[in-house]
């Protein structure tokens, strides 16, 4: 069993910077890929950024060159660095992570709201 934990959420205005920060717990040594998605109301969830556990890293193209997902090894931790904020930005943002075998399921943060006003 894996738990995330995120915090860093808020309201800033267009323009400004945030940073998102997910703690995980539990059976940590099995984790191979953390990272982050977002969903609004009546909108299917979507990637903004994942990390391997190599820290190879992938973004999805609405946020690629203004949002960085850095991993922490040592405080089991990922962060996601968001700069140049719009507010199509505004969403729910969970922390997920994915586990290697035997275990092989995804895991989901409670989630932290974004709120980006114009």
């Known amino acids: 069993q894996v738990q995330l934990v995120e915090s860093g959420g808020g309201l800033v205005q267009a323009g400004g910077s945030l940073r998102l920060s997910c703690a995980a717990s539990g059976s940590i040594s099995s984790i191979i890929f953390m990272g982050w998605y977002r969903q609004n109301l009546g909108k299917q969830r979507e990637l903004v950024a994942v990390i391997s556990s190599g820290g190879s890293t992938n973004y999805g193209d609405s946020v690629k060159g203004r949002f960085t997902i850095s991993r922490d090894n040592a405080k089991n931790t990922v962060l996601l660095q968001m700069n140049s904020l719009k507010p199509e930005d505004t969403a729910v943002y969970y922390c997920?992570?994915?586990?290697?075998?035997?275990?092989?399921?995804?895991?989901w943060g409670q989630g932290t709201q974004v709120t980006v006003s114009s």
């Open positions: 997920n992570a994915l586990a290697g075998r035997p275990d092989g399921r995804v895991y």
